[in-house]
Structure formats: structure tokens, C-alpha cells
């Protein structure tokens, strides 16, 4: 019987990525013999990276850190809702158990979640996985509009972050965790598809007073404030 068409070439991807496991496992336990026995026991990550799912924005290889060192949620345009069980369910873990000591919400220019709610493309599903980041359009439409037509979803792109890192402070589980006196920290990052360069928002909030404040000075700043 012949092969499905394309059917080898699917099972050539696949056969590479088993065999670049094997390698990468062999050479991760030479550069550190028991990496992985000492790792299964446990798992201590300092960071939460809530992220944007685009296969570019990788989280772990961006900020160069080993496996166990960073707990990760993405999903399309790194969105923060008060109503997505998994994300929240995800922040819960690390506040609570894991004892995270900060929280970054990382978003990247060139978007394509916030390229499409800026257009206005129908695409189905994600029109409402999007939603919001349309209203943040409208809320924001000064700034968005004195970007200019070419950096427009850049800017976009970064007050969608600081949005998010607003949803995020907002919910119970960090209002609780820094009711307890929790050390937590939440911050806004963005990278640059183009270089590989991570960029600080400068809206890190360490407890709810720093909230009116930051947010604030955030959105009275011209944006995007990190583009080449
Ligand atoms: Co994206």
C-alpha cells in the first residue's frame, strides 16, 4: 500500500525530535551528572512566566535558565482573565504551593493576537479569547494613535502587558498572598522578536499601594517605550 502523502516527511519531524531529546538529555546529565534524579524529587521555581503562546517567545531559552527554574503559563497574546480557569489555576499553584517570588507577564512586539484585535480580523474563537485587548484598544486610542500608523500595534503590543500585569494584581490570589505579607513581586516584559532583547515596562508592583502609581505613570507615558 503506498504511504499517505507526506506521511514520511511527518515522520522524519517527529524522529528528529525524539532523537534531539536523547541528546539533549545525554548532555544535560555530562554538564551535570543528577541533574534529573535531583530535579524529579523536586521543583522550586522563583518565577511564574505568563507568556504569549507564539513558538518565537520560547520562555526558558529567552531568559536562560535550566529546567525547574521557571513555572510556565502561556496562551494566545498572554491574556490574564478573571474568568480562565486554567490561568488562574496555574497563578493558585505558584502563589500558594510553589511560593513564587515574582510573577512576569512577558508579551512581544509584532503580536499576532494584537495585530488581529487591532484590525479587526474575524477569526473566530479567538474574537473571543481577544476581546479585551480590543476594549484596551479603545481605552487607550491617544496613545495608539500618537504611535503612528507604523508602531501602532507595538504600542498595542506593550499596553496589552500592562494590562495584564493590572489583571494580575487585581485578583484574590495575590491580593490575599500580599494580604498575608507574601514577598511578591509582578512584573511587565517585553521582547523583541527582531533582536532576542527582553525589555523591562517598568510597572513592577510589590503590594496594592504601588498600584494607582504605577499604573498610572504607565499609561501617561508615550508608547511603544522599548522599540528599536
Ligand atoms: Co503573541
Not at 103 to 110: A, D, E, K, L, Q
Given at each position: 500500500m503506498p504511504a499517505m502523502p507526506g506521511f514520511d516527511e511527518r515522520d522524519r519531524t517527529l524522529a528528529r525530535l525524539l532523537e534531539n531529546n536523547r541528546a539533549w538529555a545525554e548532555r544535560i546529565n555530562t554538564e551535570h551528572p543528577g541533574f534529573f534524579e535531583k530535579l524529579a524529587r523536586q521543583q522550586a521555581p522563583e518565577v511564574l512566566w505568563i507568556g504569549c503562546s507564539d513558538s518565537r517567545v520560547p520562555a526558558n531559552e529567552i531568559?536562560?535558565?535550566?529546567?525547574?527554574?521557571?513555572?510556565?503559563?502561556?496562551?494566545?497574546?498572554?491574556?490574564?482573565?478573571?474568568?480562565?480557569?486554567?490561568?488562574?489555576?496555574?497563578?493558585?499553584?505558584?502563589?500558594?504551593?510553589?511560593?513564587?517570588?515574582?510573577?512576569?507577564?512577558?508579551?512581544?512586539?509584532?503580536?499576532?493576537?494584537?495585530?488581529?484585535?487591532?484590525?479587526?480580523?474575524?477569526?473566530g474563537l479567538l474574537d473571543n479569547w481577544l476581546f479585551s485587548i480590543?476594549?484596551?484598544?479603545?481605552?487607550?486610542?491617544?496613545?495608539?494613535?500618537?504611535?503612528?500608523?507604523?508602531?501602532?500595534?507595538?504600542?498595542?503590543?506593550?499596553?496589552?502587558?500592562?494590562?495584564?500585569?493590572?489583571?494580575?494584581?487585581?485578583?484574590?490570589?495575590?491580593?490575599?498572598?500580599?494580604?498575608?505579607?507574601?514577598?511578591?513581586?509582578?512584573?511587565?516584559?517585553?521582547?523583541?522578536?527582531?533582536d532576542g532583547h527582553l525589555h523591562d515596562l517598568a510597572v513592577t508592583v510589590t503590594g496594592p499601594e504601588d498600584m494607582d502609581e504605577t499604573f498610572t505613570a504607565a499609561f501617561s507615558v508615550p508608547r511603544p517605550a522599548h522599540r528599536r
Open positions: 531568559i536562560g535558565v535550566m529546567p525547574g527554574e521557571v513555572f510556565v503559563h502561556r496562551n494566545v497574546a498572554n491574556q490574564v482573565m478573571h474568568v480562565d480557569f486554567n490561568c488562574l489555576a496555574v497563578m493558585q499553584y505558584a502563589v500558594e504551593a510553589l511560593r513564587v517570588r515574582h510573577i512576569i507577564v512577558c508579551g512581544h512586539y509584532g503580536c499576532g493576537g494584537v495585530k488581529a484585535a487591532l484590525r479587526r480580523h474575524e477569526l480590543g476594549e484596551f484598544r479603545r481605552k487607550h486610542s491617544a496613545i495608539i494613535a500618537a504611535a503612528g500608523k507604523e508602531a501602532e500595534t507595538d504600542a498595542l503590543c506593550e499596553l496589552n502587558v500592562i494590562e495584564q500585569v493590572h489583571n494580575v494584581c487585581n485578583t484574590s490570589i495575590l491580593q490575599q498572598a500580599w494580604r498575608r505579607g507574601q514577598d511578591l513581586a509582578v512584573h511587565g516584559w517585553i521582547y523583541g522578536i527582531n
